[in-house]
């Protein structure tokens, strides 16, 4: 993982990333739009066109081949910073949209875990990873040892468990999952949803599952702490968040919110 500086680019033999012009706190330097292309194919296959930008998509239409050179459009989740401009990308090049959520469809065709996505040669591998949201997707690129993780792993930092739609006991599920392929070294590499590519996929993911216990070890405390201040449903995840993410900008507390809330119903549930 590094800091800042990250502006998309090619890595490996059939992956290059689009970056689009949305960074913001929540999207780091932007929405990665990745083109998957194998070697000397005409068709590729598009991840997450991101933003109604027309410079964006000008720019993914030509890594991407133009009109009648798209196989798919592939969504990781429906979040707007990945979905946007899925349907005007898709009819602007002559595709579909597969996404497991129907509202996102564009064409007959949906997507789950297991699907193979072909095009050309190329093998993309669907990964059912709820938990940012319930129905995010990674996708396996067995032929570069790569994830692509949409935003169940960032490039930097951690991501958000988008209560009530995402769930904990899922994310912690994904993560294993991940973690399991690269044990397994069939993931050696995560290409993000946001932030730069990280190189070591074992390490990430390791750091994320840790990263979560230890969160929920914080929040188990929180609550005996605040125990006698007897707070309703609604006031308690706030004072959690002021006690556990102390150390964190206050601008990103109102999504620390989303977590500590699927945290506690996690905690509710167990």
């Known amino acids: 993982m590094t800091d800042g500086g990250w502006a998309g680019g090619r890595f490996g033999e059939r992956g290059q990333c689009v970056l689009a012009p949305n960074p913001n706190i929540m999207t780091l330097d932007g929405t990665n739009s ?4 194998e070697p000397g194919a005409r068709r590729s296959i598009v991840i997450d066109p991101g933003p109604s930008d027309p410079g964006h998509l000008a720019a993914l239409a030509e890594a991407a081949g133009g009109r009648g050179n798209v196989a798919a459009v592939l969504l990781t989740h429906h979040h707007a ?5 899925a349907r005007e990308f898709a009819e602007s090049v002559g595709c579909g949209v597969r996404a497991l959520d129907p509202a996102y469809r564009l064409g007959s065709e949906g997507l789950g875990d297991g699907d193979v996505v072909e095009a050309d040669g190329l093998e993309v591998h669907v990964v059912a990873t709820p938990g940012h949201t319930a129905d995010s997707l990674s996708f396996l690129l067995p032929a570069e040892r790569a994830v692509l993780t949409g935003d169940t792993v960032l490039g930097r930092g951690t991501t958000v468990v988008a209560h009530p739609d995402g769930q904990l006991g899922a994310y912690l599920d994904s993560l294993d999952r991940l973690h399991a392929l690269a044990e397994r070294e069939e993931a050696a590499a995560v290409w993000p949803g946001h932030g730069p590519v990280i190189g070591d996929a074992l390490a990430a993911l390791t750091y994320y599952r840790d990263h979560r216990q230890a969160r929920l070890a914080q929040v188990e405390a ?3 702490h605040l ?3 007897q707070l309703d449903a609604e006031a308690l995840p706030r004072r959690v968040v002021e006690h556990v993410y102390a150390d964190v900008d206050p601008v990103l507390w109102g999504a620390a919110e989303l977590s500590v809330r699927a945290q506690l119903a996690y905690l509710r549930g167990r």
């Open 34 to 37: 990745w083109v998957l292309r």
């Open 222 to 224: 929180a609550l005996e």
């Open 81 to 85: 910073d990945h979905s946007e401009a």
């Open 227 to 229: 125990e006698d201040e």
